[in-house]
């Protein structure tokens, strides 16, 4: 009560996986069904190695190994990163909350931010974890120290950004894409009118504007909430269409 909430920014997240972990033919891995993500960070009993989910992990000189188990790299709990991953992708079963040292039956490490995740990912290449979706600038971006150590996956065939169509928010602007949040502004409603009110109705008009999102490094990923053609009231949803038709959609 007694606060004015404005959505703003659309913030994804990304499912990466460990560099090593592949295809069984070597190759990278493309995508994961969300109940395959599910059962992982649950650390279902058949979804702690790779090969139970028909993927598979190299060794050091890119040879299939005989066992594949799967560390998961996990936010700890009061993260923005884990209560979105918990309300969007994990809507059936829970996270796993124990940590387990990585091993032959694989393993569950937690940290306090995504550069834990990321060191995770980096120290147990058979690894899985969420991040930011503008995480993945880090791991493709030649030169950066963490260059080649992760990669993300689609998540039922869909990414936040994907590079191969016209638009490559496409996926996340029409909702298609179900890992993300909105990032809202909230302001006292008894400050209305006031010079501080009137300064922060003007930060959030720019910060929430397509053509100010595209001007940051996160634009790639984050879309502004005008570009949307869904809504959401929760992290969970329902998604819901806006008003009009949205052609962009149907391709």
Known sequence: TGMSSTPTVIVPWGIFLG???????????TSLSRYQVEAIFNRAAAARDW????????????????TSPIVTCQRNPGSGSKAGFDE?????????GTAVAP???GGAVFGGSSSNVADCLKNNPRGIGYLDADFELNFITSGNARFGDAYM???EGTKPRNTSLADPKQDLKCGR?????TWRLNVRTADAGTPSDILATAFKTNAGAAATIALIPTGG???SDEAMAVFKNADRGPITWKAGTHPECNQ
């Open 221 to 223: 990923y984050w879309s």
């Open 51 to 66: 090969r139970n989910l028909g993927l598979a992990t190299k060794d050091s000189l890119g040879d299939i190994e005989a």
């Open 19 to 29: 560099k090593n972990v592949v295809k069984a033919n070597g190759t990278p891995a």
């Open 177 to 181: 894409y179900p890992f993300w949040a």
């Open 153 to 155: 996956v689609a998540l």
């Open 103 to 105: 091993g032959v039956g």
């Open 88 to 96: 969007t992708v994990m809507v059936i079963l829970n996270e796993t």
